[in-house]
């Protein structure tokens, strides 16, 4: 409709959305690039200009290569278990001889992603624990000796217990998420392809898939976004450690700003994470379909 | 009858899936009724007694005060990024104006934007607009990051109401107002309420800024407050257990009496088709 004033109205009920997005999303990305321009602390006054001093110190610091590759290795497996997994199961649970079963699992399988990253975290630290946790005493009932085992002590195993709490926790999600999307695939492409006598498998890879593209990928960007992002994870379960074993891009910029006070290092290391999420997000958008009139 | 035994196969998996799943929240329940010293000794079995007195200890040890500081933080957000994005979804849905695209890319390009990587400014602004250690700016700051996706779902369901219901009342001499809080409001309940649950869940759940932008112990919400219990170096670990039951007793509760509310809103922005 094009009414007298009609812009007039608009920008009224836009501005204060606007000026919250404004102020609390976009400016806090321009002071963090400005930010990471000057040696301060938050405990102390003194601020100097370094220019891009701390760009040249993210390329040479072992721990960022730790943090990367921890965020590589969440991406991963998040990827391989919320995704494909996740696919496989919500493919299985839309079969026809499952409908039955199907909201009794699916509800099973989504209740732990309404829980905090702390419970999960805290709970799963429990478990992991070898003097009061559950983990080793089942493995030793399946004859390992557990001697070794600390999965959250030893740096080699920490930062794939963490991914798998994670991975408990969001599995259900995604495949709830995945459930939802096969349902508007039509039955009859499946009923005639069963004719022609694809079997599960084929009609999985040929038609589910298939007709799922757009879903899939929005998904896995959103999925890789988060790994980049992981913070409240580690945070709880291992706060890096042992030693910086399983820290991430986000806990190591908690760390170098909140905890050695160096706020300008940290700014760039946000400034990085803004990067690589920022182009993950430009992907993402591009799945949207923001037709806007 | 080979077909048979694979069906069989199939649904033992699920259900040995769905076992896993439920292990470590039956775990977590259990425990939470035990003494320490039935948990270090017999993990598995009942509670000898149950010990309501863990939930009430909890409560006492600071959970009470955190469960407070969550639902009137969280209360805060979700209805100040909720009512945001219902004004906001109005003009780029339903107005022609010819600056719209600049807009909607603003308002959705904000989806693209990490907290982590807005936190150490916000750190610092917070601290100088009077932001820090703040409820209001706790609601603020996780409000401001709800926005963007709530526009985005509450926009799509705007374009779906029929434009002729705003024209004709145009017509019988409505003001946009009147249209926006009689017409499009009430038809958008099942969107607002979806909404809605989206963010109560993000928020309630929100750890990195309340870590950040709160000081005082009396301020903090269940997310920190269970880090702080339990990193204290005697950790009472049953009522640790209690504590964590009582922070995800509110979403499950929610989730159980909404649930299709709950999953539309969930699966808005992961869904095309």
Known sequence: MNRKGSKKTAFIYLAPAMAVILVFLYLPIILNFMNSLYKWGAMSTEV???????????????????????????AVVSVACQIGLSLVIAAVLESRFLRKWQSVLRTIYFIPSL??????????????????GLINPFLEKLGIDTSGIDILGNAGSAIFGVAAASQ????GYTVVLFIVAMQSISEDIYE???????????????????????????????VVTGAVRVYDEVYVMT??????????????????????????????????????????????????DLGDD | MAKKIGHGLIIAVLILFAVIIFLPLIWMV?????????????PWKLPEVWQWRNYLDAWNAGIGTFFKNSVIITLGSTVFSTLLACFAAYPISRI????????????????????????ISLFKMAKVIGLYDSYLGMMIITGAFRIPFATFLIMTFYKDISVSLDESAFIDGAKTRQVFWKIIMPLSKPIIASCAIVSFRAVWNELMFANVLLESTAKKTIPVGLVNLQGTTTTNWTMLMSGMVIASVPLIIIFLILQKQFIRGLTAGGVKG
């Not at chain 1, 370094?50 to 290795?73: F, M, P, S």
């Not at chain 1, 006070?261 to 949207?288: H, P």
Request: glycine share 8%.
């Open chain 1, 115 to 132: 829980l905090m990253v702390t419970v999960t975290g805290i709970a799963f630290k429990m478990l992991y624990s070898p003097s009061i």
């Open chain 1, 239 to 288: 706060n890096g450690g042992p030693g910086r074993a399983t820290q991430t891009l986000a806990t190591y910029l908690y760390q170098v700003g909140f905890k050695n006070d160096q706020m300008g290092y940290a700014s760039a290391i946000a400034f990085f994470v803004f990067i690589v999420t920022f182009i993950l997000g430009l992907f993402q958008m591009k799945g949207y």
């Open chain 2, 96 to 119: 022609k104006f010819t600056t719209k695209k600049l807009w909607v890319i603003i308002i959705l390009g904000g989806l693209m934007l990490a907290p982590q990587s807005a936190v």
């Open chain 1, 192 to 222: 005639a392809a069963e004719i022609d006598g694809a079997d599960a498998i084929q009609r999985f890879f040929r038609i589910t898939v298939p007709m799922m593209k757009d879903t899939i990928m929005i998904n896995m960007i959103i």
């Open chain 2, 30 to 42: 259990l425990t939470g009724f035990k003494t320490n010293k039935e948990l270090f000794l017999e």
């Open chain 1, 168 to 171: 408990w926790q969001y599995i």
């Open chain 1, 48 to 74: 100097t200009f370094v220019g891009g001093k701390y760009y040249q110190q993210l390329l040479e610091d072992e721990t960022i290569r730790v943090a990367l590759k921890n965020n590589l290795v969440f």
